[in-house]
T-cell receptor, first 114, second 112 residues
Framework: GAGVSQSPRYKVAKRGQDVALRCDPISGHVSLFWYQQALGQGPEFLTYFQNEAQLDKSGLPSDRFFAERPEGSVSTLKIQRTQQEDSAVYLC????????????FGEGSRLTVL | GQQVMQIPQYQHVQEGEDFTTYCNSSTTLSNIQWYKQRPGGHPVFLIQLVKSGEVKKQKRLTFQFGEAKKNSSLHITATQTTDVGTYFCAGKRETSGSRLTFGEGTQLTVNP
């Protein structure tokens, strides 16, 4: 595709529900990142893939968070047993600049946990 | 762990005034990037600085990287209403792999 596409754009979940957020990166791009952005804060790193390999998951806040990219293209971020503190915008990005390494972000998925 | 601090958190200016945001890292960075996020939008890449003491300009925007590669600044000359948004710096360490650490951002509002 022409850009990074994320779905759903908005998700409301009851506390304790599981959610799955999808990221469709730019076709053929190797690197994929997930960031979490709480209201009024900067994006915080969650995890990084190179193709299907998850090379860094040190930013995942708990074992309730799980990310996968089984075929090296579409990625899913899953949050189990959601808590109110999980409410945030979840941003997916790929790295477009092979030299400069800049991130190209999707529109994000806004998760609200009630 | 690595921390990236930005000041000020908020800045309100009259159109035509200048604006500066400052970014400081607790550790030496291999490079620093700047992003702009419009209200309701997602972060958009502006520029990357790599060399110690580097200065880059984009029209009314001037970006600097400190000599010690631990701080950076973004200066906007003669702000316009289109400059409204939150400006984030994001730093990368040599040992952090591909991970970028973002600052908290400076939210700029411009009164016409």
């Amino acid at each position: 595709g022409a850009g990074v596409s994320q779905s759903p754009r908005y998700k409301v979940a009851k506390r304790g529900q599981d959610v799955a957020l999808r990221c469709d990166p730019i076709s053929g791009h190797v690197s994929l990142f997930w960031y979490q952005q709480a209201l009024g804060q900067g994006p915080e790193f969650l995890t990084y893939f190179q193709n299907e390999a998850q090379l860094d998951k040190s930013g995942l806040p708990s074992d309730r968070f799980f990310a996968e990219r089984p075929e090296g293209s579409v990625s899913t971020l899953k949050i189990q047993r959601t808590q109110q503190e999980d409410s945030a915008v979840y941003l997916c990005a790929d790295r477009t600049g092979r030299v400069t390494g800049e991130l190209f972000f999707g529109e994000g998925s806004r998760l609200t946990v009630l | 762990g690595q921390q990236v601090m930005q000041i000020p958190q908020y800045q309100h200016v009259q159109e035509g005034e200048d604006f500066t945001t400052y970014c400081n890292s607790s550790t030496t960075l291999s490079n620093i990037q700047w992003y702009k996020q419009r209200p309701g939008g997602h972060p958009v890449f502006l520029i990357q600085l790599v060399k110690s003491g580097e200065v880059k300009k984009q029209k009314r925007l001037t970006f600097q990287f400190g000599e010690a590669k631990k701080n950076s600044s973004l200066h906007i000359t003669a702000t316009q209403t289109t400059d409204v948004g939150t400006y984030f710096c994001a730093g990368k360490r040599e040992t952090s792999g591909s991970r970028l650490t973002f600052g908290e951002g400076t939210q700029l509002t411009v009164n016409p």
